[in-house]
């Protein structure tokens, strides 16, 4: 009879997860007919009625039930009023917690939390909780935080880590069929959210574009085509824009290979791109008739100018991400909120740039 009791409630409990809210009712009821209170249980709550406590939001089914020997066996000696050694067991294992509820730990990638044989009530109180799913502290980040030292304050932090049900945007609790336990592959998984504009908050009120759209521009960046975290970090970070390495966001700087603004890009690439000589390998953005390094001429002399804190940003030509032309080259600029047009063009060996911050420039190279 009582295994046939479980079984029944096994498959209600499977039958839950596939069917709409309304019948979940029904199915509730069903259940509530099969998880029943022994005459021992009838008894607990005269001296335990802080178990079901209806002050609660939430309370387990079985416990609002009183259906205690799900999870306790008291002997007679129980029952004297004194709780005399071992008279009434604990039930912790998460087996038992499976008599009625799916596995949690038959996808490859576990959590460590589900480790040892009690873990489930490390996380979730077996009787009532103000918060679901049972959850043993009053928000997720805190329970997170009972294990992990995770800070997600820093120069620049990210929404889905601040707002809403934070870790759970990302990781699933039990196991799951990725790395760290993401909903996802990582690349899958941010681009399931920046896959259309994001109107921004935290770090500078914006619009952040679409980045699915950059990578499949024409001019996506070969360096974007692997995964996000080779340049961001998740949770948050010390530099902007959750980079891993520094980067300033502004269009000007001043340029120094020390206190490098650009250092994110100078993690694959390399800065003898930006000597003014020696530089014929290193870049194909030269003018080798005027034996001029236009990265050097623009990044770190400022095009000429005076004031070397005009320095142009790589921001100015190429997107990190992709841009619609080739060589990774934007299409327009904005200065002073301004749109300014960038219309770039290959020619043999070189390339020219048409109507944009200046006239028609072409820029060739030798060999
Ligand atoms: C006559 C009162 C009384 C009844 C009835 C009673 N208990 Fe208890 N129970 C106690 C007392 C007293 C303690 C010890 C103090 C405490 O932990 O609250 C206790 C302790 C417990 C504990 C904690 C044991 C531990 O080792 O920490 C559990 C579990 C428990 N009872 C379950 C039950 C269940 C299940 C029932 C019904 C089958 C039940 N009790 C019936 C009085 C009672
Ligand atoms: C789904 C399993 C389950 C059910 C059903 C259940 N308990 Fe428990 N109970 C536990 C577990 C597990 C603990 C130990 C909690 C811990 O380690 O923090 C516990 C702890 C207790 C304690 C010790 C004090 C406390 O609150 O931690 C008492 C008393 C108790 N239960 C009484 C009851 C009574 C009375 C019922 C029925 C109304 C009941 N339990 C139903 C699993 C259950
Ligand atoms: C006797 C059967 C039974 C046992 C044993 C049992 N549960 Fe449950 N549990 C239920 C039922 C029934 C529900 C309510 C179903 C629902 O609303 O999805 C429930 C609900 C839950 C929920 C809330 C689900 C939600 O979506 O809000 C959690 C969490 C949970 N149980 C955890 C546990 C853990 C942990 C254990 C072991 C300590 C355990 N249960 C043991 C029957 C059981
Ligand atoms: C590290 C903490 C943690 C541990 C350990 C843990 N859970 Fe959970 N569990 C959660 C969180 C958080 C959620 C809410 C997930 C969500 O809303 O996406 C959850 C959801 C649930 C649910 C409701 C939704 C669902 O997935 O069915 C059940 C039932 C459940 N857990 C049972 C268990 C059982 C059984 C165990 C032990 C094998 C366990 N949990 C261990 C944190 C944990
Ligand atoms: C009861 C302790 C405990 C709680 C609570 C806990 N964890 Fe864990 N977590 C662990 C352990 C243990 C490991 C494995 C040790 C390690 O890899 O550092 C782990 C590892 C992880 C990992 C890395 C997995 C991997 O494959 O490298 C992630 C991600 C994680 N936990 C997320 C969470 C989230 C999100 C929460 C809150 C819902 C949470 N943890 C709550 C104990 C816990
Ligand atoms: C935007 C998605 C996202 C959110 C939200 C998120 N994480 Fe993560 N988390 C990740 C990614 C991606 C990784 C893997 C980082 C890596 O491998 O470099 C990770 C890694 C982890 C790890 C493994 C250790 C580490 O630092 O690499 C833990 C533990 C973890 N997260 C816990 C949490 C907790 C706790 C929260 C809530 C406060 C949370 N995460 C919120 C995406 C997220
Ligand atoms: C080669 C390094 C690199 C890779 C790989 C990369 N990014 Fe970025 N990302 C950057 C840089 C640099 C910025 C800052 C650009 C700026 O200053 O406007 C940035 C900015 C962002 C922004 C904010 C944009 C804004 O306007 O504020 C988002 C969102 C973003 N990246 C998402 C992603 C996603 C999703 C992926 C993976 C598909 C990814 N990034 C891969 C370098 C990279
Ligand atoms: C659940 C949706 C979601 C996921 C998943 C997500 N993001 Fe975001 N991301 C946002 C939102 C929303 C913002 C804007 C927050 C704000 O400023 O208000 C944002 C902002 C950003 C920013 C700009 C940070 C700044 O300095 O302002 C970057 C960079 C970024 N995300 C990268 C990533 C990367 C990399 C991943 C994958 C590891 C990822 N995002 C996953 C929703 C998401
Ligand atoms: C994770 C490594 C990585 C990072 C970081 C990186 N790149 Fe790249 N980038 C590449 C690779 C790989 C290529 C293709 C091979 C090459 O040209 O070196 C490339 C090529 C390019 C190209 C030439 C595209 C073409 O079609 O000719 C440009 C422009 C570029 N990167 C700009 C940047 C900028 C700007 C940054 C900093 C925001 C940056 N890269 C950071 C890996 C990276
Ligand atoms: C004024 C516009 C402009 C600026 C500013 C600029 N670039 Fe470029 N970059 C180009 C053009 C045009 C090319 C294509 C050269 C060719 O092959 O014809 C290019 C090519 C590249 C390449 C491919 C290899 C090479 O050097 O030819 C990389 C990598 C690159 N840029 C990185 C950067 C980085 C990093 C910055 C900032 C430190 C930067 N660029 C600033 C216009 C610019």
Redesign the pocket.
């Known amino acids: 009879m009582f295994k046939n009791k479980v079984w029944m409630i096994t498959l209600v409990i499977t039958l839950f997860g596939s069917v709409q809210a309304s019948g979940r009712e029904s199915l509730l009821k069903l259940l509530a007919n099969n998880i029943k209170a022994t005459a021992d249980d009838a008894m607990c709550l005269d001296c335990h009625s802080g178990v079901a406590d209806n002050t609660m939001n939430f309370i387990h089914y079985p416990a609002g039930a009183g259906a205690c020997s799900y999870c306790h066996t008291a002997k007679p000696e129980h029952f004297g009023g004194d709780n005399p050694q071992g008279s009434v067991s604990i039930n912790r294992k998460a087996e038992n917690c499976y008599t009625c509820h799916e596995r949690k730990d038959e996808n490859p990638?576990l959590?460590?939390?589900l480790?040892d044989v009690d873990s489930c009530v490390?996380?979730h109180n077996p009787h009532s909780s103000n918060v679901r799913p049972l959850l043993r502290t009053e928000t997720?980040p805190a329970?997170?935080s009972?294990?992990?030292d995770i800070s997600v304050q820093g120069k620049s932090q990210h929404g889905p880590v601040i707002n809403g049900q934070t870790?759970?945007n990302c990781?699933t609790?039990h196991s799951g069929k990725h790395?760290?336990?993401l909903h996802k592959p990582a690349k899958d998984l941010c681009l399931a959210c920046h896959n259309k504009e994001i109107q921004a908050t935290l770090n500078g009120a914006r619009t952040i574009p679409n980045i699915q759209k950059k990578l499949e521009m024409a001019g996506a960046h070969p360096g974007a085509a692997g995964s996000c975290l080779d340049c961001h970090k998740a949770h948050k970070s010390e530099n902007n824009r959750l980079l891993t390495s520094p980067w300033s966001v502004k269009t000007y700087n001043t340029y120094a290979e020390q206190e490098n603004p650009y250092s994110m890009c100078f993690t694959c690439h390399q800065t003898d791109m930006l000597k003014k000589t020696d530089f014929v390998s290193d870049t194909g953005f030269r003018n080798d008739t005027k034996k001029l390094n236009l990265h050097w001429f623009h990044v770190v002399d400022a095009a000429g100018s005076e004031d070397k804190s005009r320095g142009r940003s790589c921001k100015i030509c190429h997107d990190p991400h992709g841009a619609p032309q080739a060589h990774d080259v934007n299409n327009t600029w904005f200065m002073n909120g301004n749109p300014i047009k960038i219309e770039y063009q290959l020619i043999d060996n070189g390339g020219q740039c048409t109507k944009s911050c200046h006239a028609t420039r072409q820029y060739r190279r030798e060999n």
Do not use: D, S
Request: net charge positive.
């Open positions: 990638v959590h460590g939390a480790a490390n996380c997720v329970l997170c009972t294990c992990h870790c759970l990781h609790p790395q760290k336990l």
